[in-house]
């Protein structure tokens, strides 16, 4: 091999899965980029640049101009690789997909996969299609959707496994429209869930009930929660344990779950790589008369099956995959007494996830993952070596602090992103959140093995409960110091980017001392300034007025500078703290509403650009016999349907329902509107409505 290809690829083939991970997510991010192509073009892309990559490699020259056609032709196939696995990913390019010519589809025969969910006027039914009557016939089909019964007290209860029969009523799930908000529609997409349906229980048939549970991992896990059940008596210490033990999150406690996202601890209740970390500690320690290193494959060999069950158990979440491919990835090391990278493991964990469900890209739990540990693995050791403690005792506590600010040089700027917050505290609850960690763990497989063998444990789940409590008063006591601007931070898309651009630019130059990585995180941070002050030059000379997209519930805001006043329904404030953490802060962070103003009351009108607004609370400030002309005209459910005299008086462009009124309502307000002439605008069908102009 010539010098020149020696020098090329020196640093490449270090990390061989570095290069080979960012090509694939190269590819995965294009196919959703470009327009929709059909995917036999992707299959020629790949198949053309694979047979170019082969026919390069194959020459023993090694030429300079050889060497880049290699690079460009592996380079080119796996981009493609990233296409096709990400085309095919999507069930919509499936032909037994049940919204294939759904227009002429009469009835589906559903399924439920999952245990149904109490919503507050729905239950929800997760439920995949199984069959479809087209013209009279029916034809196996596949697919997710959500299925949506009205609540009544008769409604029954449809164990998973049930079959069911129901009339097409889907319709296609579409986003809130709230601003800055998240965008379920999207979410759900990505999961294989692309319908909806709302449905009376009078208009479903049962064909066959749900069947017990019968896997294994099923049974095990119902056992699991029924001797927590029975054994712990405290209902919060029960819902932590169950969901830090076996992912079920349905009974956590709200509160619970923000006083841990506001200490930056929430890593501890998701299934992830310290999970698998104590669990292999455990099983270490019972195999600890094995203490020859040349036995260090057998221990690994021994631990795989039991990583891989406990994956099982819990569902299989991104995050515990993720630490368990890992995991296998240095244990086949061991066994082939090969030495690992812990980089390039990294990134081969990465490439194999990505191929086994490309649209993992963009979840959170793996994005928080694998960052974290990415940013371990490489400033743990630099962060560590800052102190050298005197004893053990403080260099154990100093190795969890390390492992803590290491994790976060990569991981704020996307929890900034995402969550609008910096853990400030975080450093303060990473030592007891590790040691509760532990001590829960161990704990609670000690709970399940004695009671597995008396019977009865209810002892030691009393113990766990007091460890919860003393826990718990430190972290609600480290989440009432956070201040509240560290709670209420906003990051653009464009704002991360450079965020993390000068987080990697500063950290390269601490390790190289190379000024242009002190020019370039320069540069990043005045981008960044300047990303902030545009937007708040634009905030200042903007008025808007939102009517948010909420369920039975009319909300909207008005916005002027960057102040807001709330101007929805007065019985609807205060909102609850769901809904003002999902819907109302993200709009008004966005919008870099800094200060909140007495609320908007008695006859809401606004001239907002050259468009005038009028949001008819209730039929008190209305009267006939006069005209009142808006631009557009909003309407509650706490007016009466007055369509003609509306027309008469406010002679309005287009009406706009807010959230407040009921579905059924709302489709026959909107009728006949419609059949008046009139444009309609409901939130809740078509997304929130957003009116602004200029100051």
Not at 487 to 495: G, P, Q, V
Not at 521 to 549: K, M, P, W
């Amino acid at each position: 091999m010539s010098k020149y290809v020696q020098r090329r690829t020196g640093v490449l083939s270090h990390y061989p899965f570095v290069l080979l991970l960012c090509l694939l997510a190269a590819g995965i991010v294009l196919q959703q980029i470009l327009p929709p192509l059909p995917g036999r073009y992707w299959l020629s892309a790949l198949a053309a640049t694979f047979v170019c990559s082969l026919a390069t490699h194959f020459p023993h020259n090694a030429s300079a101009l050889l060497f880049r056609l290699r690079r460009f032709s592996l380079a080119l196939t796996l981009l493609s690789l990233g296409a096709v696995l990400c085309y095919y990913q999507d069930i919509r390019h499936s032909p037994g997909w049940y919204g294939h010519e759904l227009e002429h589809t009469e009835a589906l025969a559903v399924q439920l996969y999952a245990p149904a969910q109490d919503k507050p006027r729905t239950r929800l039914l997760p439920v995949q299609v199984v069959y479809r009557l087209q013209h009279n016939r029916w034809q196996s089909a596949s697919g997710r959707l959500n299925l949506y019964l009205y609540r009544s007290d008769s409604l029954p209860v449809y164990p998973p496994g049930t079959l069911l029969l129901i009339p097409n009523k889907l319709a296609p799930l579409q986003a809130s429209g709230n601003p800055f908000g998240f965008n379920y529609a999207r979410y759900a997409a990505r999961n294989g869930i692309f319908h909806q349906a709302f449905i009376s229980p009078k208009d479903i048939r049962v064909v066959t009930t749900g069947p017990p549970a019968s896997s294994f991992t099923t049974r095990l896990s119902n056992s699991l929660l029924d001797c927590i059940h029975a054994n712990v008596r405290d209902s919060t210490t029960r819902s932590l344990i169950a969901a830090t033990l076996l992912n079920e999150r349905a009974s956590f406690d709200d509160t619970l779950w923000q006083a841990y996202s506001i200490t930056g601890i929430v890593h501890i209740i998701a299934i992830s790589g310290m999970h698998i970390t104590l669990l292999f500690g455990i099983l270490l320690f019972l195999l600890s008369w094995l203490r020859y290193k040349r036995y260090d494959w057998l221990k690994y060999l021994l631990a795989l099956p039991f990583v891989w069950g406990y994956i099982m158990l819990t569902g299989f979440p991104p995050s515990a995959v993720r630490a368990a491919v890992g995991f296998t990835l240095v244990a086949a090391g061991t066994c082939l007494r090969r030495e690992g990278n812990a980089i390039n493991t990294w990134a081969a964990t990465a490439f194999l996830l990505l191929c086994y469900n490309p649209y993992w890209l963009w979840d959170v739990g793996v994005q928080l993952s694998f960052l974290a540990v990415l940013s371990i693995l490489l400033f743990y050791k630099p962060v560590r070596n800052l102190v050298m403690p005197p004893n053990k005792l403080l260099q154990a506590a100093w190795d969890t602090f390390a492992v803590s600010i290491a994790a976060q040089i990569l991981v704020f700027p996307l929890v900034l992103y995402y969550f609008h917050q910096f853990p400030l505290l975080g450093l303060a609850a990473s030592l007891p959140a590790a040691l509760y960690s532990t001590l829960l763990m161990i704990g609670s497989l000690l709970l399940f093995l004695l009671a597995s063998v008396f019977g009865s444990c209810t002892w030691l789940g009393d113990v766990l409960a007091r460890i919860t409590a003393w826990f718990h008063r430190i972290v609600l006591q480290l989440a009432q110091l956070t201040p509240d601007d560290a709670r209420h931070l906003w990051l653009s898309l464009t704002d991360y980017w450079l965020m993390m651009a000068a987080v990697v630019g500063c950290c390269l130059f601490c390790v190289n001392r190379h000024r242009q990585y002190l020019y370039a995180t320069l540069a990043c941070c005045l981008l960044l300034c300047g990303s902030f002050i545009y937007q708040d030059v634009t905030a200042l000379h903007t008025e808007r007025l939102v009517i948010y997209n909420t369920a039975r519930s009319g909300l909207a805001d008005h916005f002027r500078g960057k102040s807001v006043a709330a101007a929805g329904l007065p019985g609807n404030y205060p909102v609850d703290p769901k809904t003002g953490s999902y819907t109302l802060l993200p709009a008004r962070l966005g919008y870099r509403a800094i200060t909140e103003v007495a609320a908007d009351t008695g006859i809401c009108y606004w001239k907002i650009g050259t468009k005038s607004v009028l949001y008819l609370k209730d039929d008190a400030h209305f009267k006939t016999g006069s005209t009142f002309p808006v631009d557009y005209l909003v309407v509650s459910t706490a007016c009466r349907y007055r369509g003609t005299a509306w027309q008469a008086v406010f002679h309005p462009g287009m009406v706009i329902l807010d959230g407040s009124l009921s579905r059924s309502k709302a489709l026959r307000w909107k009728a006949q509107l419609q059949a008046l002439g009139i444009k309609v605008h409901w939130v809740q069908e078509s997304g929130a409505w957003i009116l602004e102009g200029s100051i």
